[in-house]
Every structure is written in structure tokens, then in C-alpha cells.
């Protein structure tokens, strides 16, 4: 992909030229004897794709020369590397952020020609949430755990991450997906879903949360004795097996 000349071009040019001034000996640089000119003119990369560059070395006013030896080289060989023949290659990276360096095309007596490389991030094509299906008993917690990747199948890491619960008052999720069951003591096993979204990609998970178990049943009082036509109220306190009412 190319774009017009971007004011990073045009400050790594001044760089550039600035630190050539400061080598040289004496009041002026010496004047190039050709010129070099890269095209395209900018990069856009995803991670691992690769682009070829094509140099161009003419006089100063302006007719080809050719058979002139080409030098290449990138400022940041961790975001981009560059081979003899001028193709671009972005370095791997799962990260988030848009990184820039720049590729340098020189030829001996020539000026110094600079190709600013943008490389964007992979963007995040699915989500993989696990378990697919998990049971929690009544106050239980349980880890989920997701795995973003690229369309290339590349683990993609430090993304923005939402869990959205289908029925809270059942089930509560944390920002790092610790998914906890909440207090419930009625007799029916209830169910509901875990969406995890991460750049509009999502995927589910399915929680059954069954009712608790009975440990105990005590009635109180223990014994009575009633007359004829007497009446007393019993009372039956249930029990889980933690003590819960």
C-alpha cells in the first residue's frame, strides 16, 4: 500500500541530513553526485507480510544511472528487516499498538532516499472462550480463559476483553473472568450463558448451576404431646452441607 510522503519522511530526511553535515570536515558537506529515489514512497504491513522496494539512481538532473551498487538498511530491525534486494519484511508481534520505523536506500555519491514503514497490528478474527461448559454449585467460582487470535491462527495478546452475563442475578463474572455462582436455595437447576467479546469477535460459555444439596432436616421440637384436639406448630429447618438455611 503507498501513501504520499508523511512528516516522518520528511523528518528523518532532516535527521538524516543533519547528522551527514555533522561528520563532515569543514564549513559544507560535499554535494551528491546522483540521486536516489525509493518507491513506493510508504509502507503499510501487517506482521510477517513482506513489500519490495525499487531504487532509482539518476544525476542531478535527472537521467537513470545504472549498474550503481544499492545499500539498504532498517532503522529498527525489531519492527522491520530489509534484504539486499530491498524487500520488507515486518517482524512477528501479537501486540496492540501500530509500531514505525523506516528503511534507508543509499548508492556511493548519492543522497540518502527514506521509506517510512507503518506496521499494524493483526486484528483479532476469533475468540476462543473455555471451558465451553462448566457446572457451579451455589457460591462456587471457576477460572475461564480465552485465547484471541489472528486470522492467521496467532495468539494476539494484551486486547480489550468484555464479559457479558446472560442472567447476573445467577451467575457474576470479574474483568480477569474469575466466573462466580451466586446464593441460591431453590430446588430447579438453572442455566445461563458467558459471551466474551474482544474487537467484535465472540464466543460463549454455558453454565448449569444445580440447587443444593440437603445435608439435614431438623424439626423442632424434637418431641411434643398433644391432648385431643390439641394443636402445636412444628418447625423443620433445612440444611445444606456447609450449614446453609
Given at each position: 500500500?503507498?501513501?504520499?510522503?508523511?512528516a516522518?519522511?520528511?523528518?528523518l530526511?532532516?535527521?538524516?541530513?543533519?547528522?551527514?553535515?555533522?561528520?563532515?570536515?569543514?564549513?559544507?558537506?560535499?554535494?551528491?553526485?546522483?540521486?536516489?529515489?525509493?518507491t513506493?514512497?510508504?509502507?503499510?504491513?501487517?506482521?510477517?507480510?513482506?513489500?519490495?522496494?525499487?531504487?532509482?539512481v539518476?544525476?542531478l538532473?535527472?537521467?537513470?544511472?545504472?549498474?550503481?551498487?544499492i545499500?539498504?538498511?532498517?532503522?529498527?530491525?525489531?519492527?522491520?528487516?530489509?534484504?539486499?534486494?530491498?524487500?520488507?519484511?515486518?517482524?512477528?508481534?501479537?501486540?496492540?499498538?501500530?509500531?514505525?520505523?523506516?528503511?534507508?536506500?543509499?548508492?556511493?555519491?548519492?543522497?540518502?532516499?527514506?521509506?517510512?514503514?507503518?506496521?499494524?497490528?493483526?486484528?483479532?478474527?476469533?475468540?476462543i472462550?473455555?471451558?465451553?461448559?462448566v457446572?457451579?454449585?451455589?457460591?462456587?467460582?471457576?477460572?475461564?480463559?480465552?485465547?484471541?487470535?489472528?486470522?492467521?491462527?496467532?495468539?494476539?495478546?494484551?486486547?480489550?476483553?468484555?464479559?457479558?452475563?446472560?442472567?447476573?442475578?445467577?451467575?457474576?463474572?470479574?474483568?480477569?473472568?474469575?466466573?462466580?455462582?451466586?446464593?441460591?436455595t431453590?430446588?430447579?437447576?438453572?442455566?445461563?450463558?458467558?459471551?466474551?467479546?474482544?474487537?467484535?469477535?465472540?464466543?460463549?460459555?454455558?453454565?448449569?448451576v444445580?440447587?443444593?444439596?440437603?445435608?439435614?432436616?431438623?424439626?423442632?421440637?424434637?418431641?411434643?404431646?398433644?391432648?385431643?384436639?390439641?394443636?402445636?406448630?412444628l418447625?423443620?429447618v433445612v440444611?445444606?452441607?456447609?450449614?446453609?438455611?
Open positions: 500500500m503507498t501513501f504520499p510522503r508523511s516522518l519522511h520528511r523528518a530526511g532532516v535527521a538524516l541530513l543533519a547528522g551527514a553535515l555533522s561528520c563532515v570536515d569543514g564549513p559544507t558537506a560535499p554535494r551528491p553526485l546522483a540521486l536516489v529515489t525509493a513506493p514512497e510508504a509502507l503499510s504491513l501487517r506482521p510477517l507480510d513482506s513489500a519490495a522496494l525499487v531504487a532509482r539518476t544525476t538532473d535527472g537521467a537513470d544511472i545504472a549498474g550503481l551498487p545499500e539498504w538498511r532498517s532503522l529498527d530491525t525489531t519492527i522491520a528487516n530489509v534484504s539486499a534486494a530491498g524487500v520488507v519484511t515486518a517482524r512477528a508481534y501479537t501486540g496492540p499498538a501500530i509500531r514505525n520505523t523506516a528503511i534507508l536506500v543509499t548508492s556511493p555519491g548519492a543522497s540518502t532516499d527514506t521509506v517510512p514503514v507503518e506496521v499494524l497490528p493483526w486484528a483479532v478474527a476469533r475468540v472462550a473455555s471451558p465451553a461448559t457446572t457451579l454449585s451455589p457460591r462456587d467460582s471457576t477460572q475461564l480463559t480465552l485465547r484471541l487470535e489472528s486470522e492467521a491462527g496467532l495468539e494476539l495478546s494484551d486486547r480489550p476483553i468484555a464479559w457479558i452475563v446472560d442472567d447476573t442475578a445467577m451467575v457474576q463474572v470479574n474483568a480477569s473472568g474469575r466466573a462466580r455462582a451466586r446464593l441460591y431453590g430446588p430447579l437447576t438453572r442455566q445461563t450463558w458467558v459471551v466474551a467479546f474482544s474487537e467484535g469477535q465472540a464466543d460463549s460459555i454455558r453454565v448449569t444445580p440447587p443444593l444439596e440437603v445435608a439435614s432436616i431438623v424439626v423442632t421440637p424434637g418431641t411434643t404431646t398433644l391432648d385431643p384436639i390439641q394443636r402445636d406448630t418447625t423443620a440444611r445444606t452441607a456447609d450449614g446453609q438455611i
